[in-house]
């Protein structure tokens, strides 16, 4: 059993997916599809360098979680999506700044193209409250 998670506050699905989704058999669990760097505001992808991407990727994410009841210190596992390899250390500066001193787990593969042409996209698995 499962029920979904959408918010006005991150980018609405452009494709067959949600933004989230609570798992409802045991614990709950909130899983969220992949973000990439859309304003919700404007629709446009935000910025054109990958620090700019991935903040406005994890702020999406964050939205997500957070209309989920959860926040970031919830989220238990991110994978992260990019375009090049070579923006790692870049990526890494700004999600730093999400996470405290206990980060979740993470992957981060490259990928050879990402919806849009962006740069970076960001997905989660948080654990909410009961």
Do not use: H, W
Not at 107 to 117: C, F
Request: charged share 20%; hydrophobic share 40%; net charge neutral.
């Amino acid at each position: 059993m499962k029920s979904t998670v959408n918010t006005p506050d991150a980018p609405a699905a452009i494709g067959p997916y949600s933004q989230g989704t609570i798992s409802r058999s045991g614990c709950r669990l909130l899983f969220t599809a992949g973000q990439i760097p859309i304003n919700p505001l404007t629709g446009e992808v935000a910025g054109d360098t990958v620090e700019v991407q991935a903040r406005q990727a994890l702020e999406n994410v964050r939205a997500i979680v957070e209309a989920a009841g959860g926040s970031l210190s919830s989220v238990l596992k991110v994978t992260i999506f990019m375009k090049n390899m070579q923006d790692y250390g870049k990526i890494n500066k700004v999600y730093a700044t999400y996470f405290g001193d206990q980060p979740p787990a993470r992957s981060a593969v490259e990928v050879g193209r990402l919806p849009k042409d962006v740069l970076v996209e960001i997905e989660a698995v948080a654990e909410l409250e009961r």
